[in-house]
């Protein structure tokens, strides 16, 4: 289960791109707009201050114009306004000639997200080049405040700071800060600061004499933040990533993680965007690894008992996904991993499990299987639509981390390639109140062993709803399935084919009754209460299925004669919000019971009941989620199955999480996480998870966060599969985070 309290590095050195490049040029090009634009103020002005579609208005206590000398002076509470901004002093000097601005005492120059403050601003509005003398830069998005005796721009893209500073954090005393002897900065180029230091409050924490580092907007090549910790698997580790922008579309990050205790694990990371639909990534990691395991090793997971012999170590995954003509759609799916125990060891970090899942769900909205799942599906899939008919067809394959030095490994492995489903809508039959379908399935099961065949399944159906009035609706279908199976190998013999027919048989009714419930006539707001009954019959009959072919789970679906209950309660409430103009409505409950009756007669009483299925949704309160299932078998007098979880976030931001997970007597499971707020400051959290049946702990973890204002400390105790991490977390707002752990 991903942690979610992990932390990782984020952002790297091109945050001083956002920081410098966009501040100073944005301010630079503000403030000389705003004194070389037009304005309305009448004369003496300028022709400079005439003539524009973006009017720009200035008043001053006293303003004056000399035709000869060509200056024009504007003294006493000087307001210049935009609409994209306004700049203020105590005097604005333009001098016509020499095509410059120079403005004096309490300068401001503010913009919609930034605000320029110093106290001497001289631009030359011919070559876009200028001085602003005791600057200070305060930056929205981000926030940053930004300081330097000057600013100096010094060509189109160059520019010069002397005695800079910069930190999120407020007053003049600030918690933290980067302060630096000289900025020497070219747009699309890089920039150089001379004597760099971190500081802590005065104290001089982290120095370098000379900083390089590149100045672009866009995307560029360069070493990422490094991670750097101790773990007792890895040993000492040091893990370095280097970003490489291919070009607007595509990008790579290459990585190189040095363990102590394990070796050097390598791997690549790409990305593409092809047009809007058509994108993919795919990752690979390596590592020859110092230590194997035979079963009895410290290196293995004796919960599991399965050795790991090999050192050569690997995980490849990819996702594309593909536009095609007439609005199709292609997938692939590949995940290939070298030995089951592979994430355990490597789930967390850069391009870990972790990492790898929330990127795919993000990007692609599929994610991929757990840690702990050594059965790797793979698949190329095309889904569309054609004729009225859905399509989707493609292979699926399997790759089994197990038994890596046996040459057989997943030769027993039964692969879909290809298949093609193929259902139809219901369309009418003319003159007639029924409906008619079609579904076809082709299935082709290979294995390298003795498992070859082909599977076809034709199912025409006919369906007649019947609505009687607004009570309750009837709908009944009858569907004649074939089933064929070419063989061309199996256990049993070669080369043969078997048909099954049979045919399907359905009938259901339900009826949805609502109330709704208001204080007063008056009243918008409203409680609407729903109880939906519903009945369902379904008939298939014996069709000798065991004398057929085994393949998959269908192969065997047995002869039906069953009848289902369900009754479904709901509860909604529509609230309008002071000053909204619609309502709206939020789900507070929802209970559902469902019975299922097997009619065989050579069923007892005991058997013929299924469990009872009870499912459970509840948001009772703002921040409050409960959510649950479970089955009662009515022969054990126990449950079958059940899943339970409560969450609460309060309005301070505490959050609770308890989650209990039953599916049989060996998996039987228990996860708890919290987070408390004490005070603005601290927050302490804690996470538990454990196998109840199997009496074993699985992991547990204990931290705290304190967070001033523009800056965090967190510090967690992890264990893990009897492994101890010990993480913490530095994060200075708008610079990101450094973690490590030990």
């Given at each position: 289960m991903?942690?979610p309290?992990r ?6 050195n091109?945050?001083?791109i956002?920081l410098?490049?966009?501040i ?10 705003a004194?070389a634009?037009?304005s309305?103020?009448?004369?003496p002005?300028?022709?400079l201050?005439k003539?524009?579609?973006q009017?720009l208005q200035?008043?001053?206590d006293?303003m004056?114009?000399d035709a ?8 006493g509470?000087v307001?210049?306004n935009?609409e ?8 604005l000097r ?23 403050k ?10 876009e ?5 005791d600057?200070?830069?305060y930056?929205?998005?981000p926030?940053f405040v930004?300081t330097?005796e000057k ?6 893209n ?6 800079i500073?910069?930190?999120s954090c ?11 002897k ?34 672009k907007?866009k995307?560029?090549?360069g070493?990422?933040?490094p ?9 000492i ?7 490489w922008a291919v070009?607007?579309?595509?990008d790579a990050t290459f990585?190189l ?6 070796g ?7 990305r593409y965007k092809?047009?809007?639909f ?5 990752m ?15 290196w293995?997971?004796g919960h599991?008992?399965?050795p790991r012999?090999?050192d050569d170590r690997y ?7 593909q ?7 292609a997938?692939?799916?590949i995940?290939?991993?070298?030995d089951?125990?592979y994430l355990?060891?490597f ?11 929330s990127?795919f769900?993000?990007?692609f909205s599929?994610g ?10 793979n698949?190329?899939?095309v889904?569309?639509?054609l ?8 292979i ?5 981390a197990?038994d890596l030095e046996?040459?057989g ?5 039964i692969?879909?390639a290809p298949?093609?489903t193929?259902?139809?809508i219901?369309r009418p ?7 008619f379908?079609t579904?076809f ?7 390298e ?6 599977r076809?399944d034709?199912?025409?159906m006919?369906t ?8 309750f609706?009837?709908?009944s ?5 074939e089933?064929?199976?070419f ?5 049993e013999?070669d080369n ?13 009714a339900f009826?949805?009754?609502?109330k709704?419930?208001?204080a007063n006539?008056s009243d918008?707001?409203?409680?609407i209460?729903t109880?939906?009954p519903q009945?369902?019959?379904t ?5 000798g299925e065991?004398d ?21 309660n709901?509860?909604?409430i529509?609230e309008?919000?002071?000053g909204?103009?619609?309502i709206?409505g939020?789900k507070?409950?929802?209970?559902k019971?469902s ?5 065989e ?10 469990p009872?299925e009870i499912?459970l949704?509840a948001?009772?309160a ?7 299932d ?7 007098g126990?449950f079958?199955?059940?899943?339970v979880?409560?969450g609460f976030k309060?309005?301070?931001g505490?959050n609770?999480?308890?989650e ?13 996480a ?5 005070g603005?400051?601290?927050?302490v959290k804690?996470g538990?998870?454990c196998n ?8 547990n973890?204990?931290?705290f966060?304190y967070?001033?204002?523009c800056w965090?400390?967190g510090?967690?105790?992890?264990r893990?599969d ?10 200075l ?10």
């Amino acid at each position: 289960m991903a942690d979610p309290n992990r932390q990782t590095f984020k952002n790297h050195n091109r945050l001083y791109i956002s920081l410098i490049t966009r501040i100073l040029s944005r301010i630079f090009v503000l403030a000389v707009l705003a004194v070389a634009g037009p304005s309305e103020a009448g004369d003496p002005i300028p022709e400079l201050f005439k003539g524009s579609s973006q009017p720009l208005q200035l008043s001053a206590d006293e303003m004056q114009y000399d035709a000869k000398t060509g200056q024009f002076i504007a003294s006493g509470h000087v307001k210049v306004n935009h609409e994209n901004f306004q700049l203020v002093s105590d005097i604005l000097r333009y001098d016509q000639k020499m095509e410059m601005i120079h403005a004096v005492g309490n300068v401001v120059v503010e913009s919609e997200s930034n605000v320029l403050k110093g106290s001497e601003m001289i631009l030359h509005i011919k070559d876009e080049t200028g001085v602003i003398s005791d600057g200070k830069i305060y930056m929205n998005d981000p926030w940053f405040v930004i300081t330097a005796e000057k600013f100096q721009k010094t060509g189109e893209n160059t520019f010069e700071a002397e005695n800079i500073g910069v930190t999120s954090c407020e007053g003049e005393n600030p918690d933290w800060r980067i302060t630096g002897k000289r900025l020497d900065l070219t747009i699309e180029g890089y920039g150089t600061i001379r004597h760099a230091m971190f500081r802590i409050k005065n104290a001089p924490v982290l120095y370098t004499p000379y900083f390089l580092f590149p100045a672009k907007r866009k995307r560029q090549s360069g070493f990422l933040v490094p991670r750097i910790g101790h773990s007792g698997r890895k040993g000492i580790y040091f893990d370095i990533p280097f970003f490489w922008a291919v070009n607007d579309h595509s990008d790579a990050t290459f990585y190189l993680n040095a363990m102590t205790r394990r070796g050097v694990k390598a791997g690549v990371e790409c990305r593409y965007k092809l047009s809007r639909f058509s994108q993919g990534a795919f990752m690979f990691d390596y590592l020859k690894d110092d230590k194997t395991d035979g079963g009895s090793s410290e290196w293995g997971y004796g919960h599991d008992e399965l050795p790991r012999l090999n050192d050569d170590r690997y995980w490849f995954r990819m996702k594309h996904d593909q536009a095609l003509p007439g609005e199709f759609i292609a997938g692939i799916d590949i995940d290939i991993m070298s030995d089951q125990d592979y994430l355990r060891d490597f789930s967390g970090g850069y391009n870990g499990l972790e990492d790898t899942r929330s990127y795919f769900e993000k990007t692609f909205s599929r994610g991929i299987d757990d840690e702990d799942a050594y059965i790797r599906e793979n698949r190329f899939n095309v889904s569309g639509g054609l004729f009225g008919h859905g399509v989707h067809s493609g292979i699926k394959w399997y790759d089994d981390a197990r038994d890596l030095e046996s040459d057989g490994r997943g030769e027993d492995m039964i692969h879909k390639a290809p298949y093609i489903t193929i259902k139809g809508i219901k369309r009418p039959i003319a003159g007639s109140p029924l409906f008619f379908s079609t579904e076809f399935l082709y299935d082709r099961f290979y294995s390298e062993t003795e498992r070859r065949a082909h599977r076809l399944d034709i199912a025409p159906m006919l369906t007649l709803p019947l609505k009687f009035d607004k009570y309750f609706t009837v709908e009944s279908s009858v569907a004649a399935r074939e089933r064929i199976w070419f063989i061309d190998k199996t256990v049993e013999g070669d080369n043969k084919q078997e048909n099954r027919e049979t045919f399907e048989y359905s009938i259901g009714a339900f009826s949805e009754l609502y109330k709704v419930y208001t204080a007063n006539s008056s009243d918008e707001n409203q409680t609407i209460h729903t109880i939906r009954p519903q009945i369902d019959y379904t008939y298939v009959p014996d069709s000798g299925e065991d004398d057929f072919p085994y393949f998959d789970p269908s192969d065997r679906a047995g002869k039906v004669n069953e009848l289902a209950f369900s009754l479904e309660n709901g509860l909604r409430i529509w609230e309008k919000s002071p000053g909204a103009l619609n309502i709206a409505g939020r789900k507070t409950l929802r209970f559902k019971l469902s019975q299922s009756v097997d009619l065989e007669d050579d069923k007892n009483e005991s058997n013929r009941f299924k469990p009872l299925e009870i499912e459970l949704g509840a948001a009772p309160a703002e921040g409050v989620v409960v959510s649950g299932d479970a089955g009662w078998s009515h022969d054990k007098g126990e449950f079958a199955f059940g899943n339970v979880l409560f969450g609460f976030k309060s309005a301070r931001g505490d959050n609770y999480l308890l989650e209990y997970r039953y599916s049989d007597n060996l998996n039987e499971y228990l996860t708890a996480a919290a987070s408390l707020k004490l005070g603005r400051r601290i927050t302490v959290k804690g996470g538990y998870e454990c196998n109840i049946a199997k009496d074993r702990e699985i992991r547990n973890m204990l931290g705290f966060d304190y967070v001033s204002g523009c800056w965090s400390i967190g510090l967690a105790h992890t264990r893990e599969d009897d492994d101890h991490k010990y993480e913490f977390v530095i994060s200075l707002t708008g610079l990101g985070e450094i973690s490590g752990s030990q």
